[in-house]
């Protein structure tokens, strides 16, 4: 079939390989290697689908993602159905294989942006009861485990016994013919306990011999005193292992008779480790989605940028070179693509990168290009790339191509159909006499713009370059050639076909100027004017590439400009915030502490005699607290209004600018400085004699923000306990209390009742504190002559 030999020409077999590096499974494997192409453009987007919801999910569940514990049971369920027994290592298999699958579809489940692989998941069946069986019924190891059967632990029980009387009865011999033995150990030959005899003292320990040395210096004897024994554990061994087949045969049973479901937990887990591998390896080659473009639709084809995986491969993985990438741009009106150009230029690795893209967007796997990436879903991909020569078919070069294009032509069918296709010539028509291969070539090329949704041809035939000033479905490109170094840049050129290269290059290498004169004559004026016209052309693209490249830097230039204003007005802002946060810090703490001194002051002034001297100290005293912690205002600083068109500063910037306008009514204004327009508030600048700006006058003034109110609820923080204590030790806890307890309305003051001196004390206290705005005892319910409330200013 021509779309196999299609796939190998364009080395898609490779690309597989490669895909299978990144499975986890040998289930995703074998897929990848095999992989399936879609025959419909809703299969294709159902895979692409999946392949952006995997990468998503490993976004957010890099760890919890995994694979680990699913293995390719397929072989185990084919003779489960044909009533074959299981060991129990396959059964462990399938046990971990269904709940590696129910853990991928919980992490699928709890996401909510993944509806397609939730619809894969969906009807998916794991079997948990029969799973926990395996796991009672076979240990690690893939043993039967005694619990699986009563019978079986009996039995087992049973070994063990006679297994301890066999080895007691041969410690005893060892004890006593030890001079006989070789080595003082027991060991075993065919199920039977034996021990190591030299053959020379073979009579001392008459039993059976199982065995003997390679040397024959040593019997294995099974002694005449554990025969019986040996012969009974033999038969319970027997009895066991029919135990054990008839556990793993029910354990089988029940695995085949649910083998379809098992199927599907098979096929899901192979699809999304498939998914799992696309993803992976799209983000190893820096893909991107495609947007697939359907038959119906007039889109253009955009692959910017465009490197072919199996060369991304080649540079990372055996030192190849840097890949040249290539841009593909394809209005929707145009059917053929011309690409002219040198030899050893690129065009047959274009045709191939273009090929390989549209099959990865097919199966579903990102395209290595920038984003956006545009392309049709080709419903086939057709090839004739590189020399066909048989010489058991006698073939030449050019009728194997003419063998394969008629193969390409009856795939596509007839013009009025106008398939979906994508066909791909390379060098067409040649092979054959110049005249006739042109003639050839324009022929096929315009045949298959009226039955091929695309063609993309390369050829040196200047002829098929005046196709598209013909026909409007025609375009022209053209491998890049540099001129100083005779050697290609394997770059894309669009719009300007390739122009011969032969003379110019004969005569740099150094062949006779009179023989290359004598081939221009030859060659003719007529083309020598096209080449002419080529090369200005390319000169124009030339010119308009390198304005592109420098508006492209000074754009760059612009935005790294203003992502470092932006940073540094952020960074401002947020000082701000920093230093508004640590005044008020500042500001409570100074308050707390001046509270805490004058409350002192009060408290010394209580406990002294009451004198007008000693109030004239404290008096004193609260002027130095003042002094120490009430905040003047800063000397305002020289204000102006900015005019239009004067020069002023942006400290947080460090930038002069020019005023564009004047303050609007929230005291916003634009400025420019350099290239860069901005709006700045007059907060933010100043003259440049260092005059702050005045901020417009507030309209509306802002009510202030309603007092907080305090706490009245009965709490660790807002009860004293002073029970027992003496009356002088209270009212100093007393002090500290009322003044720590400033968010508090009520102070819950615990004196007991008691002869009531300490309650008459605290009362005492009370009344002369300033703080205290009155005081009364508790409900009988809270403590009654007990507790004091006392209720603070």
Known sequence: MIEQETLDLLEWRRL??????????????????????????ATSRELLTQTQEIWQLQEHFSTAWSFQGIKDIRPFLLRAQLKGTLLGTELLDIASTVAGVRKLRKIIEEQSETPVLENLVATVRTYPELEQEIYYCIDEGGEVEDRASLKLAEIRSKLKEFRNKIQKILQGIIQRQGNALQETLITQRSDRFVLPVKTPHKEQIPGIVHDSSSTGSTLYVEPQAIIQLGNQLKQLLRREQAEIEIVLKALTEKVAAITSDLEQVVLVATTLDLATARANYSYWLNAHPPQLISLDQEATITLRELKHPLLIWQEKHEQGPAVVPINVRIQPDIRVVAITGPNTGGKTVTLKTIGIAALMAKVGLFIPAADPVEIPWFEKILADIGDEQSLEQSLSTFSGHIKRIIRILDAIGRPEDLRSALVLLDEVGAGTDPTEGTALAIALLQHLADSAWLTIATTHYGELKALKYQDSRFENASVEFDEATLAPTYRLLWGIPGRSN?????RRLGLDLE????????????AEEINQVIAGLEAQRKEQENKAQAANQLLQETERFYGEISAKAKALQQREQELKLAQTQAMQEALSQAKAE?????????QGE?????????????ETIADNYLNTQAKPQRTYQPQVGEKIKIPSLGQTAEVLTNPDAQGELTVRFGLMKMTVNLSDIESLDGKKAQPPAKTTPKAPPPKPSKITVRTTANTLDIRGARVADAEIELDRAIAQNTDYQILWIIHGKGSGKLREGVHEFLKQHPQVEKFELAPQNEGGAGVTLAYLK
Do not use: D, W
């Not at 494997?29 to 192409?37: C, F, P, W």
């Not at 004058?598 to 209580?606: C, E, N």
């Open 598 to 606: 004058i409350a002192q002051v009060i408290r010394t002034l209580q």
């Open 610 to 622: 009451q004198t007008a001297q000693n109030a004239q100290k404290a008096r004193g005293n609260l």
């Open 515 to 526: 023989i290359v004169e004598q081939a221009k004559s030859k060659v003719g004026g007529y």
């Open 502 to 506: 032969a003379l110019m290059i004969a």
């Open 16 to 41: 597989c390989q490669h895909l299978s590096t990144f499975a986890a499974t040998k289930l995703g494997v074998s897929a990848a290697r095999e992989l399936i192409i879609p025959s419909n453009l």
